[in-house]
């Protein structure tokens, strides 16, 4: 087996590799002591994958050291690769709870007594803010990268998400009434032949020119 052509389990990629210079630090250590961590590899779909140690196998190639390997047997390996790396990292509530929540975009339905492996006791993220890192990482995935890579806290990343889900929800709101009112315009929307803020302004109007019609209609009869 070539530890160095293993594929790298989906989960392992969600946490970001060390900068260029931890990991040539990484790689000076073990080549002055060894590698004191073997990588851990799974059986995912039987192919044996590595779930955790990328940094430590990249460190070992610049050092030229030939590393040992350990697999974790019939063990989940999501919840090991969020235990391995939440702890062994250097890591933000904000960031610890958008790997929750990456790795777990939807809740966990526990049962009475049985506590998952990956919550937000086990990683030290407040369920809250879990809950809002999910509501990032959906309406903006973009932002949840940003959150992961620590570019940006949680909160502001949340905060931007809720402006924009809330031009989001207007939108859905007035398309709502659109339809009620004009479905021959709310179809034209949908097929994209005239944009929702066109639709609209026909749909006022047109309306606007029907009352005038009315008003003319009963101050001038016929």
Not at 113 to 139: C, E, M, W
Not at 148 to 177: C, F, I, W, Y
């Amino acid at each position: 087996m070539d530890v160095f052509k293993l594929p790298v389990f989906q989960a392992a990629d969600v946490f970001p590799m060390l900068a260029h210079d931890e990991l040539q630090e990484l790689a000076d250590d073990i080549a002055a002591n060894g590698l004191h961590e073997p990588i851990v590899t799974a059986d995912i779909d039987g192919v044996t994958t590595l779930i955790d140690g990328r940094n430590r196998r990249e460190a070992c190639k610049i050092a030229g050291v030939e590393p040992t390997t350990r697999d974790i047997g019939d063990d989940d390996p999501t919840a090991f690769v969020l235990s391995a790396n939440v702890h062994r990292r250097n890591l933000s509530t904000g960031q610890r709870a958008m790997a929750v929540a990456m790795l777990r975009p939807a809740p966990e339905k526990r049962g009475r007594g049985n506590k998952s492996a990956i919550n937000g006791d086990f990683t030290g993220a407040p369920h809250q803010r879990i809950a809002d890192a999910r509501a990032v990482l959906k309406y903006a995935p973009d932002l949840a990268q940003a959150v992961m890579q620590g570019e940006k806290p949680l909160q502001a990343a949340l905060g931007e998400t809720r402006l924009s889900q809330g031009g989001v929800r207007n939108d859905r709101t007035r398309l709502a009434k659109l339809r009620d009112e004009r479905p021959d315009l709310a179809e034209l929307t949908d097929s994209e032949a005239m944009s929702l803020d066109d639709a609209i302004t026909k749909a006022t109007t047109e309306a606007d020119e029907r009352k005038q019609q009315r008003w003319a209609f009963v101050a001038y009869p016929a």
